[in-house]
Every structure is written in structure tokens, then in C-alpha cells.
């Protein structure tokens, strides 16, 4: 793969992301399907577990995000072929760090919007899927504060 690839995925918790993203990796050739999986994603999720358990803490939120960001950061660096941030990225500012990283050191850049935030419909499969166990209430919080392209 001659061209290196930036994937910006963005949607509600539950949407699909981590689905999309494990079809994704299974339509790839196998090597290059597991060099992703080992070192391109990149989820803040990804810190809050704890022995493989989901542990949110809020007053850790920007910690994590920094981190996630750094090693993106650092992957681009590295020429990973592939990479991919897979958070909510619902507001600009959320990605833009990553867009801009991504197209400094020369990568072609996708976004992946899963669903439409603004359709309860959506909000309500999302409440029912997220494996966060947030609510309608929440999820539809987040959904308000989403920005399109």
C-alpha cells in the first residue's frame, strides 16, 4: 500500500464504529489486516479498561484523550500504513488534532460517519446497543452537540 491511509471514524456510542472498523480490518489482506489491529487504532476508550473491564472516569477524559492523540501522532510518525481514531469525533474540534497531524505527515484522509446522530430513531438503537450503558437521555445529549462536515 503506496498511499498511507487516516481514518477519522465518527458517531454515537453504539453506532457501530468498533463493528465497522473489525469489517474493515476483515476485508484487508491478513497481514495487513493484523499489522492494524496491533498498531493503527486508536480509541481514548481504549485507557479507561481496567483487568478488561470498562471503567469511566470523567476527571481522566483529558489525560486519555492526550495520550490517544500522542500515539496517533506517533503512528503517523512511524508511516503506519493505516490508521485509524476511533472515538465520537461528533464536533470538530474533537478531530481536528488528528485531521491535522494526519495530513502534515502526507496521509490521504476518510471520515466515517455511522448513522445519523440526529434521528431518534438512531439515538434509540445507539442507547440500546452503546456498551457504555448510557442512556436515551444520554446518548441524545451527545447527539445535540454533533456538528456535520
Given amino acids: 500500500m503506496s498511499q498511507k491511509l487516516a481514518i477519522i471514524m ?24 493484523s499489522r492494524l489491529s496491533r498498531q493503527g487504532i486508536f480509541s481514548t476508550d481504549h485507557y479507561f479498561y481496567q483487568d478488561k473491564e470498562y471503567r469511566f472516569d470523567a476527571k481522566k477524559l483529558p ?11 506517533q503512528a503517523l ?10 472515538n465520537t469525533n461528533l464536533c470538530h474540534w ?3 488534532a488528528y485531521e491535522a497531524a494526519a495530513k ?11 448513522g445519523e446522530p440526529q434521528d431518534i430513531a438512531h439515538q434509540r438503537q445507539c442507547a440500546g446497543r452503546n456498551q457504555h450503558g448510557l442512556s436515551l437521555a444520554q446518548i441524545q445529549r451527545m447527539a445535540r452537540s454533533f456538528e456535520p462536515f
Fill in 63 to 73: 489525560e486519555y484523550h492526550q495520550r490517544n492523540l500522542t500515539a496517533f501522532i
Fill in 94 to 96: 474533537e478531530y481536528m
Fill in 10 to 33: 465518527r458517531g454515537l456510542p453504539g453506532s457501530g464504529k468498533s463493528f465497522w472498523i473489525a469489517q474493515y480490518i476483515a476485508s484487508l489482506p491478513s497481514e495487513v489486516g
Fill in 104 to 114: 502534515a505527515l502526507g496521509y490521504q484522509l476518510r471520515w466515517v460517519l455511522l
Fill in 77 to 86: 510518525a512511524l508511516a503506519e500504513p493505516i490508521v485509524i481514531c476511533d
